[in-house]
């Protein structure tokens, strides 16, 4: 996908033109920053770059760009006992505002897909008993 420069892109001296991939680092990054979010939803393509050891800013993220105005999706997998609806409404804030304070364009959506939730490291432990011994 191409970006196309906006009228207040076009300098006396040249264009300013933002690719789209751009706008996905930000608003991957907008959206880890929320308290509540334990991570980002890339599907099966991003779960192999991250078994590959590269790490994918924009993943778990759609955008479209227009000339003036951007819609954003993004996928995440929010921290068991959070509410959903306010960390949901506070990615859609974060993203909405540093799109627009870093690149100019109108966010004019911002949807918010939850994929899993995921329980913190110290709930998550279960104490399994030894190999052998049924009681303690």
Request: aromatic share 2%.
């Amino acid at each position: 996908m191409s970006s196309l420069p906006t009228e207040f892109e076009r300098t006396e001296i040249g264009e300013i033109q933002i690719a789209p991939e751009v706008i996905e680092v930000i608003a991957g990054l907008a959206t880890i920053e929320v308290d509540g979010i334990a991570g980002m939803s890339g599907g099966f393509a991003g779960g192999i770059a991250e078994l590959l050891g590269r790490k994918n800013l924009s993943k778990g993220v759609k955008v479209e760009v227009g000339q003036r105005e951007a819609a954003v999706d993004v996928s995440v997998i929010v921290e068991y006992g959070t509410r959903l609806p306010e960390v949901a409404g506070a990615v859609q804030r974060n993203v909405k505002r540093s799109i627009e304070m870093m690149t100019g364009l109108s966010v004019v959506e911002v949807n918010v897909h939850v994929h899993d939730v995921q329980f913190r490291a110290s709930e998550a432990r279960i104490e399994e008993p030894e190999p052998g011994t049924r009681v303690k």
